[in-house]
């Protein structure tokens, strides 16, 4: 059991490293050169505008989705590293993190976490991760159109609890995790000195729950943050945006 659970945090690790790898390709590669894009379009329709040419239109169109592909691609980046971990509080990051769920999928996320600081920026780090593979798994297995994000402190422990509507756990997920992402989050709350427990709720939908005693000196300890999660799952284009 020991050599598993080593073998899943060297693989977990490995797989964080190449996350962060695709997150700088898709920022300062595919990213910038949408950007690019995104300006010529804009200037051609400016120039067809002032010919009173009817192609100025199409141009603006062009010029528009080329702007959302670039924020759907940032998003996306933000998503697989999130450096804003590095500048800014943990509820910051998840506002942000629900902030792009909202604009890609469409769908109602909060987060309640006032004046709640982490014990370190590697328990911060561990705990975005739990959110994201949560909200991952709320939206692709779930079908989730409301998810509600909140970290609270119950002296001495804390708690980060994800409750969102939508389908409950398939019976063959219900109990022990299985698949990468929620043996990741079986890690990071170990790696916490935690309990995670993931369970469907009664009305429908699930409710993940993380349980952990914050202190300095476990948080000195942990590893390096192992990611959580296989990407987003693909959304749908917004119709508003690609008609015409």
Known sequence: MRRRRLLERQL???????????????????????????????????????????????????ARLLRDAVGRVRAMSRGLWPVSLERQSLPQALSALAQDVEQLYGISVVVEAPGFEAESATAAHHLFRVVQESV?????????????????????????????????????????????????????????????????LPGGGVEVCLLWTPTARRAARLPEAPPAGDGWPEADPDPGTLTR
């Open 136 to 200: 991952h798994n709320a939206l692709k297995h779930g079908q989730a159109r409301h998810i509600t994000v909140r970290l609270e402190r119950l002296p001495p422990k804390a708690m980060l609890s994800i409750v969102s509507d939508g389908l409950p756990l398939a019976p063959t997920r219900s109990g022990a995790a299985s698949g990468l992402g929620l043996v990741g989050m079986q890690l990071r709350a170990e790696a916490l000195g935690g309990e995670l427990q993931v369970e469907s």
């Open 12 to 62: 977990l690790r490995a797989t964080e490293g190449e996350q962060r790898r695709i997150s700088l390709e898709l920022h300062d590669g595919l990213g910038q050169h949408l950007s690019g894009l995104a300006f010529t379009a804009r200037s051609l329709a400016e120039r067809l505008r002032g010919a009173a040419l009817p192609q100025a239109d199409e141009a603006d169109w062009l």
